[in-house]
């Protein structure tokens, strides 16, 4: 009897620290995976933020020229992820590439008011924003 009792002992203690292991790991990519979609958010409002900046910029920098170009670059990726920079709306809109969910969009100061958005781009590349008086467009490529 006492070797069996010895056995089941083991057993128990074998599934218990598992159990407990699991327990951990799970809690622990639970809050790696909140702080991740915590950043996310907190990223993409920075971004756009940025990308907005860079229109009002573009707009002011010149009032006599028909023909604005601004390179710029942004932060690739946040918390692993890239950005997906979309103006064909009359909205700015920012989001992460692989959540459809995980977007921020903003009227970019009201400037859809006076001219039209056009284009789309990603955060890998440097980013070229032009405004075309003329034609009262704001792009980006």
Do not use: W
């Not at 790696?32 to 920098?61: C, G, H, M, P, Q």
């Amino acid at each position: 009897m006492k070797g069996q009792s010895l056995v089941i002992q083991f057993v128990l203690f074998f599934i218990i620290g598992f159990g407990l292991y699991l327990a951990i790991g799970n809690f622990f990519k639970i809050q790696s995976e909140s702080f991740r979609s915590e950043i996310t958010d907190d990223s993409i409002k920075l971004a756009n933020s940025y990308l907005t900046s860079n229109i009002l910029v573009a707009a002011d920098s010149c009032k006599m020229c028909d023909y604005v170009n601004l390179t710029f670059k942004i932060e690739n990726t946040t918390a692993g992820y890239y950005y997906a920079l979309d103006l064909s709306k009359p909205q700015v809109n920012i989001s992460v590439v692989p959540f459809a969910n995980k977007s921020f969009i903003t009227s970019g100061h009201n400037m859809n008011t006076s001219f039209s958005f056009k284009g789309n781009s990603s955060s890998i590349k440097t980013l070229t924003l032009t405004l075309n008086r003329t034609k009262n467009e704001i792009g980006i490529s």
